[in-house]
């Protein structure tokens, strides 16, 4: 079930489109924001309450690079591995957080703290290596710097 | 006198958002304010013809022509929506116009939506520029209380609505009529062309998308006129450029300088140089799905025709630079895996195509690399052209490809010769 909160911000939506459907990108936002991720539950809930079949909305969500039809940790950490990342050494950092949160990318650590995606360009390329986690961005990577940045996100 | 910067001259030191009034204070919305007391919506489709604004998305299209081609008795609701999708790797010039200035997005909006009739307007936001998305949602609401957006925008009998659409994230969504579907709340693949967007566009309605950055200026072009805006460019290509530069240079950063200005001044004298140790070895003047250039090209004038003239594309107009001291089959291979990831999967040269170009492009990273290989590279672009697929992004990732193997064709023959990354 939607909670009333999900409900209400999925329909304040519909008064920016001309059609309930093209809110779906927007809710399954909504509903990641508040659990994490979108569940097969509720796509059937979003699928009601917008008029599309559960099948559509997978469609969709497995298109889109930021929505998660799996559970992620607490934190994402979205590490770019585009060129000018790449050049500035990105496959180093990259690896550097995978040997200390000991997972693969892609991979939830076993205390489900954090979850690490390489993700394509950040457009802070002036800035390079540079990574997101959560909604914040973090500028000129090295290893020292992650390793702080990383203990701020309990 | 110091060269004009109309796009970012009244940007806040401290990286802040101008406010409304601050807007206002920095001469924002007189344009707005001229257009809807004086000016008929086919004077400001001329003004922009005459001023010859091209596209700052990367196709360069002339932004008045674009304009001009909702039909004047098209139905409504017509729209009109903000390409803020900036996803080209190597690109991060309109995050600084959408952080720093929403307001000048809201008034070229306003301008392009009024030249073209819009009822209906969005601002299609990639969804990992955070701070954008709050600084634009708040310049909105401000714009809204100060009469510039909604019904009757300024007693004019004028209607515009705006809003924000935050995307969830894929390449596709920057390609026009891929962003139309994500928009109706669709995977973002292109759509087959015609019908084109100014006829049948966003829920089949009379459609117009623009960048950003092209946005941007519409204001400025009101104000000062077209004549202004044109001496403001060194070539033909109207006004100014957000040009910016990434890589192992000095100081790698966005300028807001004359259109036209060499690679060479930008790289040297804006960027610093290469770093300490290093030599330049080519770059890839607007972003990844553009040829690369070399040493030979440093003294090109970096606007759309004279970049065009030497085998490439200015695209987005932020240069990503290749040293000596990194692989290029090695940046090849991060660019192939880029566009292979991010197609759509509908041309089968594309998601075909592109899958094998990667796979090959890694093996020889590995020291797998196979005699024959370069042709079947060479072999494989040729299918990633216009009319081979029913939008630009394979036609844009053959351009890295087949520059490269023309440049750097040695540094991909080592690898097969050797089996191995000679930079690993």
């Keep these: 079930m939607l909670t009333p909160e999900e409900r209400a911000e999925i329909e304040a939506e519909f008064a920016h489109y001309p059609n309930r459907k093209a809110v779906s990108i927007d809710a399954m936002k909504i509903v990641q924001k508040h659990r994490g991720w979108v569940s097969d539950d509720a796509l059937i809930d979003i699928g009601g309450l917008l008029g599309m079949s559960v099948s559509d909305l997978d469609g969709i969500a497995t298109f889109y690079n930021l929505l998660f039809r799996h559970p992620v940790g607490r934190h994402v950490i979205y590490i770019c591995d585009s060129v000018s990342c790449w050049i500035m050494g990105s496959d180093r950092q990259c690896s550097h957080i995978a040997d200390r949160l000991k997972l693969q990318p892609g991979d939830t650590t076993a205390d489900g703290r954090f979850t690490l995606i390489p993700i394509v360009c950040l457009g802070a390329c002036d800035h390079a290596p540079v990574m997101m986690v959560d909604d914040d961005t973090h500028l000129d990577l090295t290893p020292e710097k992650i390793d702080r940045i990383l203990e701020r996100y309990t | ?424």
């Design chain 2, 1 to 424: 006198m110091p060269a004009e910067k109309p796009l970012t001259g009244s940007m806040r030191a401290d990286g802040g958002a101008l406010n409304r009034d601050a807007y206002e204070r920095a001469g924002g919305y007189r344009a707005l304010r001229k257009v809807l007391s004086s000016m008929t919506p086919a004077a400001v489709i001329d003004e922009v013809k005459d001023s010859n604004l091209r596209g700052r998305g990367g196709a360069g299209f002339p932004a008045g022509l674009k304009w001009s081609f909702v039909p004047e008795h098209a139905p409504h609701p017509r729209y009109l929506v903000a390409n803020a999708d900036e996803m080209e790797p190597g690109t991060f010039k309109d995050r600084l116009l959408l952080e720093a200035n929403p307001h000048q997005l809201i008034e070229g909006m306003a301008l392009a939506g009024y030249a073209t009739g819009t009822d209906v307007a969005y601002i299609f936001l990639r969804g990992e520029y955070k701070l954008a998305a709050r600084r634009i949602s708040m310049a909105i609401a401000e714009a809204e209380e100060g009469g510039y957006l909604g019904k009757n925008i300024l007693n004019s009998g004028y209607s515009i609505e705006l809003h924000l659409h935050v995307s969830a994230g894929r390449y596709m969504c920057g390609e026009e009529t891929g962003m139309l579907n994500a928009l109706e709340g669709k995977r973002a693949n292109p759509r087959s062309k015609p019908p084109f967007p100014p006829v049948c566009g966003l829920f089949g309605m009379p459609t117009t998308v623009n960048n950003v950055e092209t946005l941007c200026n519409v204001p400025h072009i009101i104000n000062n006129g077209a004549a202004w805006f044109k001496r403001l460019s060194r070539g033909k290509d109207g006004g100014t450029k957000l040009y910016g530069a990434s890589g192992k240079v000095k100081h790698p950063g966005l300028w807001e300088l004359p259109m036209g200005t060499t690679i060479r001044e930008i790289l040297e004298e804006h960027a610093g140089g290469m770093r300490e140790g290093l030599r330049f070895r080519g770059v890839l003047p607007g972003g990844a799905s553009t040829d690369f250039l070399t040493e030979e090209h440093l003294d090109v004038a970096m606007d759309f025709t004279e970049v065009q003239k030497a085998g490439s594309r200015m695209g987005t107009g932020t240069m990503i630079v290749l040293d000596d001291k990194t692989c290029p089959v090695g940046m090849v291979s991060n660019l192939e895996h880029f566009f292979a990831q991010e197609s759509c999967g509908w041309c089968t040269p594309c998601w075909s195509g592109l899958g094998w170009v990667e796979r090959i492009l890694k093996a020889m990273e590995e020291g797998r690399g196979q005699p024959g290989d370069l042709e079947k590279l060479a072999f494989q672009t040729k299918f990633w052209t216009p009319g081979h697929t029913f939008c630009a992004l394979a036609p844009g990732a053959a351009e890295p490809l087949q520059s490269a193997l023309k440049y750097f064709r040695g540094d991909f023959e080592r690898h097969i010769n050797e089996k191995r990354c000679p930079w690993k």
